[in-house]
């Protein structure tokens, strides 16, 4: 099946600079990819996706690139606010047809004021 | 738009009792899921319901979990006889398309503790 791997499970950043968080894939065949952000006892909350058709995306301070050959994609958060700190969940259809998101493990960001 | 709802938001149960949880997912919803989250882990596949069908329960731990969606709305999951090791967050999500390329919502999750 599909194996996401996530990195780093811990990252820490001043406020105002950028936050970079890494996703693998080991499935050829995955064509959708959601980012979830969950905080403290709450619900996960979708941020942003991508398809597989398309190489980067941008939402405001957030984006999210794609890079089919390798299999990977990440998710890049800029002028980071304290509101930010939460735990990040990438995730990956599992092949076609399947129909199975898998998570990664997740990466806890703190924004440091 | 009222989100996905679930109850309860907690529940502590002694070992080897049945628990169960309710999800009543977004209006019009007809693609439902259960998930499990353990402590610093992403959310794991138990089950995914089309309308009222299981399509995919090849996660689910048979032996102990059952789940239901009659009328192809609200679902309940249940756990009997409940052990130590189930004690985690149990997440329904739902999402208006067949195949998980559509959106999932999540809901707030139940928080099981079993003693």
Known sequence: GENVEQHPSTLSVQEGDSAVIKCTYSDS??????????????????????RSNVGEKKDQRIA?????????FSLHITETQPEDSAVYFCA?????????LTFGKGTKLSVIP | EAGVVQ???YKIIEKKQPVAFWCNPISGHNTLYWYLQNLGQGPELLIRYENEEAVDDSQLPKDRFSAERLKGVDSTLKIQPAELGDSAVYLCASSSGQ?????????????????
Request: net charge positive; glycine share 10%; proline share 7%.
């Open chain 2, 7 to 9: 109850s309860p938001r």
């Open chain 2, 99 to 115: 195949g998980a390329r559509e959106t999932q919502y999540f809901g707030p999750g139940t928080r099981l503790l079993v003693l």
């Open chain 1, 29 to 50: 065949a995955s064509n959708y990819f959601p980012w979830y952000k969950q905080e403290l006892g709450k619900r996960p909350q979708l941020i942003i996706d991508i």
């Open chain 1, 92 to 100: 990956a259809v599992v092949g076609a047809g399947s129909y199975q």
């Open chain 1, 64 to 72: 999210v690139t794609l890079n089919k050959t390798a299999k990977h």
